[in-house]
């Protein structure tokens, strides 16, 4: 019979107030890792058909495994939901940064008015 061990790791969302680069590259760490166990575990479940044992532990064993790629498929999904969320936040507060900045020679101020009469 052939064991097979793998770890997970539960993802916990918070709103913290990290910085975003940090936080970003935090996500992006953890769904390349996510990623890997995923393709390690599938992987492991082709191969559950050349191991020893009988049909009712490969039948067992597969399903174990399909468990834990489902697992991390949702924390995946959780995780890339997250990031776009943070990527979503970020260019509204890019846009709004540079909407308040107007640039140019005729910069309005209200110094810096005319009186038209006609």
Request: aromatic fraction near 0%; proline fraction near 1%; glycine fraction near 6%.
């Amino acid at each position: 019979m052939t064991t097979i061990q793998t770890t997970t790791s539960s993802v916990t969302s918070g709103s913290g107030s990290g910085s975003s680069s940090s936080g970003a590259s935090d996500i992006a760490s953890q769904i390349s890792r996510i990623t890997q166990q995923i393709s390690t575990l599938t992987k492991q479940l082709k191969s559950i058909s050349d191991g020893t044992g009988t049909t009712e532990q490969k039948k067992t064993q597969q399903q174990q495994i399909q468990a834990q790629i489902a697992l991390l498929q949702a924390q995946l999904a959780q995780l890339q939901n997250k990031q776009a969320e943070e990527a979503q936040k970020k260019a509204e507060e890019k846009q709004a940064s540079s909407q308040g900045k107007v640039e140019g020679v005729n910069t309005p101020s209200t110094d810096h008015q005319i009186d038209i009469y006609i």
